[in-house]
């Protein structure tokens, strides 16, 4: 990982364009711009309390709906604001030492793109800009007509993308999540990070992508971090099985992409349904919590689910609503019954800070069972941490020597945990440090 900072990093992810309550459509020619952002720098401190470090933002773009079919990557979305108002967010940010990542859409763009709108006129300089397919029309991006896909072995797309990418980052972002990465051919990441990095080498890079070779894909293509989609199941769903032969596979696996990336984790995103609702059993919140926070990778926590916030993703239009709610003007808004689910993150974020060798840690089961699990996690320089879990309906004990660890949280909470902290109640947790 080129971008070392990123290894200290816990983000809060935030879906702008929903967060804000923004149109569902881009607004009319000529209309002015609503500052948006503003809206988001009302919540930067509520982001520092929580414990993160930095901004993970979704699409910010000129965009035609959604955010993700972009007309314009130099503009800033005039349902958001614009570049003053961007400005402004990057040095609120920079006063509270977050650090700001920008959602980089530049595998599709919206049929509104200038240069496909002159593409589709028949313009011989841009009708290279897009693929086609076997049919001869303008490729789309999975069946979504609205979505024209780049055509990345054009030098021209090239140019674009890098100078996108450095206008930004000169701007005062700190680096890029590329969506839908997967679908653009590794060596063109590989020659769009060089040319961007001889200008911005502390800049970090990570790419969406949801199954495959997640190292050769990295190594290929020279990002910094790719989405860990597979940890990402097998956490809600070894909990929600009761099968933690599931999760201690997924983490297998996950410790070995270490030889080549760090990756990117999480429990929720603004692409699927929210944590609260994909777990069968709200006791499990917890769990997995804890697993996302003490195990390696660079974690962010999308907004919401610190609250508990509930939604279900739906395939079909307007299906990702109820995961990309808006937010209230301040933090005194919010609904006083997340307040439990927000200190739960408060003291797993904590922990992951104070034991910073986390990111690259080496996790194992020590101790495995299908409904109780012994995550030993270790560090280079032989620092031990051990999450102890339990989704059975009695209390469990697990047999192993603790001695000279102590407990550093439980889902007892920090100060109510006593007795043997080898033996983990009911549908409990503990972490020993």
């Known amino acids: 990982m080129g971008a070392k900072w990123a290894e200290h990093t816990v983000w809060w992810h935030v879906y702008p364009l929903g967060f804000t309550g923004a149109e569902k459509q881009a607004l009319p020619p000529g209309e002015p711009p609503r500052d948006r952002l503003a809206h988001i720098e009302g919540w930067l401190d509520y982001a520092v309390a929580l414990g993160c470090s930095g901004l993970l933002l979704g699409p910010i773009f000129e965009a035609e709906t959604h955010g993700y079919d972009t007309v314009d990557h130099f503009a800033i979305d005039r349902r958001l604001g614009d570049d003053a108002a961007f400005d402004r967010l990057v040095a609120a940010a920079r006063e509270r030492g977050l650090r700001l990542v920008l959602d980089g859409v530049f595998n599709h763009v919206g049929r509104g793109f200038p240069a496909f709108v002159r593409a589709e006129a028949g313009d011989p300089a841009y009708t290279r800009w897009f693929r086609r397919g076997d049919d001869g029309e303008y490729a789309d991006f999975e069946g979504h007509r609205h979505l024209v896909a780049l055509d990345h072995d054009e030098p021209a797309v090239l140019d674009h993308v890098v100078r996108v990418m450095t206008h930004w980052l000169d701007r005062g972002a700190s680096g890029w999540r590329l969506d839908a990465a997967y679908a653009v051919p590794p060596a063109f990441w590989r020659e769009a990070l060089a040319r961007v990095r001889r200008a911005h080498p502390g800049a970090w890079f990570a790419g969406e992508k949801i199954h495959g070779d997640y190292a050769a894909y990295a190594e290929a293509s020279g990002l910094d971090s790719l989405t860990q989609y597979e940890l990402w199941k097998a956490i809600w769903s070894s909990l929600n099985d009761r099968n933690f032969f599931e999760l201690a596979w997924a983490l297998d696996r996950h410790v070995k992409l270490l030889d080549t990336f760090v990756p990117q984790t999480f429990a929720g995103n603004h692409d699927v349904t929210r944590l609260a609702d994909r777990l069968a059993d709200e006791r499990h919140l917890g769990h997995a919590l804890a697993v996302l926070l003490?195990?390696?990778?660079?974690?962010?926590?999308?907004?919401?689910?610190?609250?508990?916030?509930?939604?279900?993703?739906?395939?079909?239009?307007?299906?990702?609503?109820?995961?990309?709610?808006?937010?209230?003007?301040?933090?005194?808004?919010?609904?006083?019954?997340?307040?439990?689910?927000?200190?739960?993150?408060?003291?797993?974020?904590?922990?992951?800070?104070?034991?910073?060798?986390?990111?690259?840690?080496?996790?194992?089961?020590?101790?495995?069972?299908?409904?109780?699990?012994?995550?030993?996690?270790?560090?280079?320089?032989?620092?031990?941490?051990?999450?102890?879990?339990?989704?059975?309906?009695?209390?469990?004990?697990?047999?192993?020597?603790?001695?000279?660890?102590?407990?550093?949280?439980?889902?007892?909470?920090?100060?109510?945990?006593?007795?043997?902290?080898?033996?983990?109640?009911?549908?409990?947790?503990?972490?020993?440090?």
């Open 294 to 433: 003490t195990v390696a990778g660079v974690p962010s926590v999308y907004y919401g689910d610190e609250q508990g916030l509930r939604g279900v993703k739906e395939e079909r239009a307007g299906g990702d609503d109820a995961i990309r709610p808006a937010f209230p003007d301040r933090p005194g808004g919010l609904d006083p019954a997340g307040l439990p689910v927000y200190r739960l993150h408060q003291r797993l974020i904590a922990l992951r800070r104070r034991h910073p060798w986390l990111v690259r840690a080496r996790t194992a089961a020590a101790h495995l069972t299908n409904r109780a699990v012994a995550l030993r996690s270790e560090g280079d320089a032989g620092q031990t941490l051990i999450t102890l879990l339990n989704v059975d309906d009695e209390e469990y004990r697990f047999p192993l020597d603790l001695a000279g660890l102590a407990v550093a949280g439980s889902s007892q909470g920090p100060e109510r945990h006593h007795g043997d902290p080898a033996v983990v109640p009911a549908h409990g947790w503990t972490i020993l440090a």
